[in-house]
């Protein structure tokens, strides 16, 4: 089978696309054709080898899937050959989604929402998962509650912003101006716009001074020691981001604030959750650009420059007949 193989740390030129042999399910595994992946800012965090101690080179990357089950292995139950499906592979444990098969536990396989492609099912699977898990499991947000998220173009902040409003919270979001449009889309309530405006002078004066009661943050920088200056009495803060530098946290203190660092675990139920609301119409993944298997290099690099645009996520097609 083809697969993009990252044969040593550095830039999108450290792929290689290679032959490689197929993999064989063993039991309570899933033998499934990739149809597409997606790609992520974990993704290419792996590449350039910031978690050296947890990829073994050569290796095969990527955190998406949807495809088709072709081979279950002993034990396997719940799927058979033929059934759609999608997940993230377990992160760190394994070959990633760069490749036209993949071998997953049957425990953290979905069935793929009808309702969504391959590449929209692709590009949902790992920032769906996140999302659920910073708002639902951790932040807990409830019906009446106010949110801010912090970068609600991006691919986890476009769909945070779809599941807030699903819960029935109401959304303030940072984005740029140009993408006030496609944020009020997505059931935005309050778009900021974070490169003229200061978001704790806007969040203060769209809660009469009250704060938000949960921030999602999926920018780093210095978010988590600004936080408490928009946050609500015992209001959460949830982050995705690294924690690259220490921050001086006193003001939350003040606030009663709590902390959660999320690293989404792989279920299959969040992915059963997600597709409910996938087929309620309440959540649908925007696919931003395609890319094919071999160019998976241009995807890194593209989702890797600063002001590239892009809105929601770039979806790899692995397929044939996907390939744009």
Excluded: C
Excluded at 2 to 18: D, H, M, N, Q, Y
Excluded at 68 to 81: C, I, L, Q, W
Excluded at 149 to 162: D, F, K, P, T
Excluded at 257 to 269: I, K, W
């Amino acid at each position: 089978m083809k697969a993009i193989v990252l044969t040593s740390f550095g830039g999108p030129e450290s792929f290689e696309l290679r032959d490689v042999p197929k993999p064989a399910p063993q039991a309570g595994q899933v033998l499934v054709r990739v149809h597409a992946s997606s790609i992520n800012p974990l993704d290419y965090q792996v590449r350039r080898g910031d978690y050296p101690d947890l990829v073994r080179l050569p290796a095969i990357t990527g955190h998406d899937v949807s495809g088709v089950v072709e081979a279950v292995g002993p034990g396997v139950k719940t799927f058979s050959p033929g059934d759609e499906v999608w997940y993230t592979p377990q992160i760190f444990d394994g070959p990633g989604s760069y490749a036209e098969y993949h071998v997953a536990a049957a425990s953290i396989v979905g069935k793929k929402p009808a309702s969504l492609s391959h590449l929209e099912a692709a590009s949902l699977t790992l920032v769906g998962g996140t999302a659920w898990e910073a708002l639902i499991v951790r932040a807990a947000l409830r019906v009446g509650e106010t949110i801010l998220v912090h970068g609600g173009a991006g691919g986890v902040g476009h769909v945070a912003i779809q599941l807030a409003k699903a819960v029935g919270a109401r959304v303030l979001t940072t984005v740029r101006r140009a993408n006030f449009e496609f944020a009020r889309s997505l059931g935005a309530d309050v778009m900021i716009d974070y490169e003229n405006e200061d978001y704790v002078d806007t969040v203060m004066r769209e809660t009469a001074g009250r704060g938000v009661d949960v921030i999602f943050d999926t920018i780093g920088g210095n978010t988590l020691a600004r936080s408490p200056d928009a946050l609500a009495q015992l209001g959460r803060v949830v982050s995705i981001v690294d924690i690259a530098q220490p921050q001086n946290l006193i003001q939350a203190w003040a606030r009663n604030a709590s902390y959660h660092f999320v690293f989404t675990r792989q279920n299959r139920g969040k992915l059963d959750e997600l597709s409910t609301l996938v087929e309620r119409g309440q959540l649908r993944p925007h696919v931003g650009a395609v890319h094919t298997l071999a160019d998976i290099p241009l995807a890194h690099a593209r989702l890797e420059s600063p002001n590239n645009g892009l809105r929601g996520k770039i979806a790899i097609a692995i397929g044939p007949d996907l390939a744009p």
